[in-house]
């Protein structure tokens, strides 16, 4: 059965600190992966992981993917209290319409 | 651009009334899905079109219809709710399949008494 598993479930951290989140899956004919984070309503997209060992970055976040450990990393530094939110892994399989979500990563930025 | 709109926002239904989730999307895009997401959880996948005249079973379909008789809309129908549809609803869109992201409406939610 295909399912992707985010770690931890949820952390809380102080402003300034770096968090690292986890993404493991087990998609059949996995394309590509991507991040999302949501706050208070519908999910925003952040990264889309195609190619292992390439790392996607944006401002204070970055990405990348293991083809190899079937598994993906969020980094975010210098954290803010508007990093609160749940960030979502999904893995994607061939055809894109095979969306396997992880349950997320509720992140809590303490001022 | 309006992106992926849902209506309504909220409702509460009985048990055993039937309703009709609103979803359209004006970005011309080809692939529409439903999502439902509980408490605590991530999305899961009801249904998805990969076309008007196109759509197919995702992971959690029971008690749910959909149609796609537009490029633009992608109604979802629930017969016979049940307390166990209680749950907010995402409607999303695509260009196409692997190598987009999706886009997200607002959400509906929903709570079946």
């Known amino acids: 059965e295909d399912k992707v598993v985010q770690s931890p479930l949820s952390l809380v951290v102080h402003e300034g600190d770096t968090v690292t989140l986890n993404c493991s899956y087990e998609?059949?004919?996995?394309?590509?992966l991507l991040w999302y984070k949501q706050e208070k309503k519908a999910p925003t997209f952040l990264f889309m992981l195609?190619?292992?060992?390439i790392e996607k970055k944006s401002g204070r976040l970055s990405s990348i993917l293991d083809k190899k450990e079937l598994s993906s990393i969020l980094n975010i530094t210098a954290t803010q209290t508007g990093d609160s939110a749940i960030y979502l892994c999904a893995g994607l399989s061939t055809g894109g319409f095979k969306t396997i979500f992880g349950a997320g990563t509720r992140l809590f930025v303490k001022a | 651009n309006a992106g992926v709109t849902q209506t309504p926002k909220f409702r509460i239904l009985k048990i055993g009334q039937s309703m009709t989730l609103q979803c359209a999307q004006d970005m011309n895009h080809n692939y529409m899905y439903w999502y439902r997401q509980d408490p605590g959880m991530g999305l899961k996948l009801i249904y998805y079109?990969?076309?008007?005249?196109?759509?197919d079973k995702g992971e959690v379909p029971n008690g749910y219809n959909v149609s796609r008789s537009t490029t633009e809309d992608f109604p979802l129908r629930l017969e016979l709710a049940a307390p166990s549809q209680t749950s907010v609803y995402f409607c999303a869109s695509s260009p196409s399949g692997s190598y987009n992201e999706q886009f997200f409406g607002p959400g509906t939610r929903l709570t079946v008494l």
């Open positions: 998609v059949t004919n996995f394309r590509s």
């Open positions: 195609t190619s292992s060992g």
């Open positions: 079109s990969v076309g008007a005249g196109i759509t």
